[in-house]
């Protein structure tokens, strides 16, 4: 039995996780997969109701899950930042969530802002470290608010840091790849501290993993390889700050934020899916958003859970619909919310 804790959050984050619950409903049973499923209401209403974000007992009985699924957080009534630091990173850094797992996949040949690139070429995966890195929070102000000012952030990379996710995008090259091949992204030239120990890492574990071709480029040439060549990639592994930035480039090739989907995963611990995009109030509550990266998310968690088959029949779900244009405006179909979780559903139904 697999306990699966749902936070829907605020703002589309319900609508589109009503989509993704729908399709776990129906997989429930299917190939041995027993699933249990409680809702957690955190989030805009919990807050304003009684100031709580995310209060220890309710953490401490996440700890007894497999794994999150999570909508979005985020409310024009709350102040910037509380609900997203608050609820998602806190649950980041809870569980030690070290790994960011972000697939790049194009779909459909239209969807691409790359004119001579079609599904063939885009389909790659970027693990970016999830813990550390610029985003250690250490540093701090000298002479603050003169003319002398100096702002300091340091860049942490601990060899147990680094080594961890260099192993996990290799255990995934093995496991998912293509080639496979894991490719190193990191601006090793001139960060010649942090990321020597990068390149040292990433050595000393490639000799361990001889099946698995090794390829290397600098972040700023990576990006142009990314629209020039993407192709080339198979699963790429990179710190936190470059991660932020090329998966969002990742996500234009792909067609954008609609199809997003992002794990945060600690093989030893509780990991957590969701769809990339965030609350968007401006379209929430008019059963119009996209819910196919939220259902790609649940393809992705069963995936982790050890349900390839089943993540890859969502998949498969989400490519059929997509064929048709059984899709949201956004997309450019007209169905609304229930309705594309309706269709893949019933694409589900069909494909035994
Ligand atoms: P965040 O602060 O996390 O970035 P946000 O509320 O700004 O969250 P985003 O996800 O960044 O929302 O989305 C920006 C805009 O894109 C939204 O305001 C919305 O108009 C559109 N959008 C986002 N997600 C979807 C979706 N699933 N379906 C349709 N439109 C979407
Ligand atoms: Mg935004």
């Given amino acids: 039995m697999l306990k699966i804790a749902v936070i829907p959050g605020d703002g589309i984050g319900k609508e589109v996780t009503d989509q993704g619950l729908k399709v ?35 953490l401490k009985k996440l700890e007894t899950y497999n794994s999150i699924y999570l909508g979005a957080v985020g409310d024009p009534r709350v102040p910037a ?29 239209d969807f691409s802002p790359l004119k001579n690139k079609g599904v063939n070429d885009i389909d790659f995966t970027v693990i970016r470290e999830n813990t550390e890195g610029l985003y250690a ?23 147990k840091g680094v080594d961890r996710v ?12 293509k080639e496979p091949k894991v490719t190193l992204c990191d601006k090793s030239n001139v960060l010649t501290y942090a ?44 710190c936190n700050m470059f991660g932020d930035i090329i998966t969002d480039l990742g996500a234009e090739l792909q067609g954008g934020m609609g199809l997003a989907v992002s794990g945060n995963i600690n093989p030893d611990s509780v990991s957590m899916f969701e769809p990339v995009h965030g609350s968007a109030p401006d379209i929430a509550g008019q059963n119009k958003a996209n819910p196919l990266a939220a259902i790609l998310a649940v393809g992705m968690m069963l995936k982790h859970l050890g349900y390839s088959n089943l993540g890859d029949r969502v998949e498969k779900a989400v490519e059929q ?11 450019g179909g007209n169905l609304s919310t229930d309705e594309v979780g309706n269709y893949i559903v019933t694409l589900l139904k069909q494909d035994r």
């Fill in 166 to 177: 260099i192993k996990y995008a290799f255990e995934y090259a093995l496991k998912y790849g």
């Fill in 195 to 238: 990321h020597n120990l990068w390149q040292r890492a990433f050595k000393d574990i490639a000799v361990t993993y001889p099946r698995v071709e090794t390829d290397h480029f600098l972040v700023d040439a990576i990006t142009m390889k990314m629209v020039r060549n993407p192709e080339i990639f198979d699963v790429i592994v990179t």
């Fill in 137 to 159: 929070g250490v540093g701090g102000f000298l002479k603050k608010n003169t003319p002398d000012e100096v702002a300091i952030q340091e860049m942490v990379n601990t060899r």
């Fill in 24 to 58: 776990m409903e129906y997989l429930n049973g299917k190939n041995g997969l027993q699933l249990t499923l409680d809702k957690f209401e955190l989030g805009a209403e919990r807050y304003l109701k009684n100031g709580e974000v995310l209060p220890e007992k309710v």
């Fill in 321 to 331: 619909a997509l064929k048709e244009n059984q899709v949201t405006p956004d997309m």
């Fill in 81 to 109: 930042g509380v609900l997203e630091q608050g609820i998602l990173l806190k649950l980041r850094f809870y569980f030690d969530q070290y790994v960011n797992l972000r697939p790049v996949k194009l779909f459909k040949d």
